[in-house]
Nanobody, 121 residues
């Protein structure tokens, strides 16, 4: 059984930084495609970034967010810099068993419970 556990969310002022972590269990992590999505109230769940052997970013976060992974720790990270109020959302970790980096919700098999990120203006 696959488990994804996110941590690192919180409240930060605009222009600040946060680092999210997602620890995975129950899958072959070094072959998994790992991603971050986010969902603001009343909106759809949107792609943020993904990493396998390559990385993929949403245009809205390019140059501000960095996804990375530590295969020895079965953990994927999302470093978020220059945060904006519009980055406020619940951030979800997602995984797929094969090493691709698609940007659609339907392409991921496993999901974490989410962690809240709030950016104040």
């Amino acid at each position: 059984q696959v488990h994804l556990v996110e941590s690192g969310g919180g409240l930060v002022q605009a222009g600040g930084s946060l680092r999210l972590s997602c620890e995975a269990a129950g899958l072959t992590f070094d072959r998994a495609g790992m991603a971050w999505f986010r969902q603001a109230p009343g909106k759809e769940r949107d792609f943020v970034a993904a990493a396998s052997w390559t990385t993929n970013y949403a245009d809205s976060v390019k140059g501000r967010f960095t996804i990375s992974r530590d295969n020895a720790k079965n953990t994927v990270y999302l470093q978020m810099n220059s945060l904006k109020p519009e980055d406020t959302a619940v951030y979800y970790c997602a995984a797929r068993p094969t090493p691709y980096t698609p940007s659609f919700v339907r392409d991921y098999n496993y999901w974490g419970q989410g962690t809240q990120v709030t950016v104040s203006s």
